[in-house]
């Protein structure tokens, strides 16, 4: 009986570490993957968000910036799905390029100087590996 009581225990520990090293595992991931689970709404919402709490952003220019990223994340979706990869890449550098422009007229020169440091910083971090795709070495470890 005492056996039977220390295997049953014995089992359901282990079971709580499995499972708790995939709660882990999946955690880790949960940026990546939570992106790509979002809806577009919920992408734009999100980035200015972000753009709210970095560049301090009024209402008025959350107002105007939001039909422009809602554009650039609809456009980006049929552009992602396109079957040519490189006339997809050219597409979202002018998509991008356009936007910005448009953001010149809204942003302050403050916050436009921390809007280009933040895309600098974010060039970086995708060149260097930091990427969703993995778009630099991790030593291998895909």
């Known amino acids: 009986m005492k056996r039977k009581l220390i295997f049953a225990v014995s089992l359901l520990a282990a079971t709580f570490i499995v499972n708790v090293q995939t709660s882990v595992a999946q955690n880790a991931e949960a940026p990546n993957g939570q992106r790509q689970d979002m809806t577009p ?21 959350v107002n105007q910036i939001k039909p ?28 991008t390029k356009a936007q910005d422009e448009k953001l010149k007229t809204i942003f302050t020169a403050e916050q436009l ?15 260097n590996g930091g990427g969703r795709r993995g ?5 291998g470890n895909n």
């Open 41 to 61: 709404e919920q992408r734009v919402d999100a980035q200015l968000k972000r753009w709210t709490k970095a560049l301090s952003l009024t209402t008025e220019q």
């Open 68 to 95: 422009l990223l809602t554009e650039r994340v609809t456009k980006r979706e049929a552009i992602r799905n396109a079957s040519d990869r490189r006339a997809a890449m050219q597409e979202l550098r002018d998509l």
């Open 113 to 127: 100087t921390k809007y280009t440091e933040l895309q600098d910083e974010l060039r970086d971090r995708m060149g």
């Open 135 to 139: 778009g630099g070495n991790n030593g």
